[in-house]
């Protein structure tokens, strides 16, 4: 599992689903986790099957995406682990 604490929306949303589409062949799940007040609206498109440049989709879903401090945070994520 590859966790990933951000603080704001990825700086290359198009690279970021090029390299998930990418993982999603290999025995690995994402959670990432939004921390701090920064606008973090567009990182909950990667809680679906991501895409990449082409339109291809990733072969499964694999990635988890939060905003800390919603309450539970932590229980809701391990549970929702994409597999």
Request: aromatic residues 4%.
């Amino acid at each position: 599992m590859l966790v990933i604490l951000t603080g704001g929306v990825a700086g290359d949303v198009g690279e970021m689903r090029e390299e998930l589409v990418g993982l999603a062949e290999e025995p690995v799940s994402v959670v990432m986790i939004g921390v701090g007040k920064d606008e973090l609206d567009g990182m909950e498109e990667f809680n679906d099957i991501v895409k990449d440049k082409h339109g291809k989709p990733s072969i499964r879903e694999m990635c988890r995406y939060e905003k800390y401090g919603r309450e539970e945070v932590v229980q809701r994520v391990l549970r929702d682990v994409p597999g």
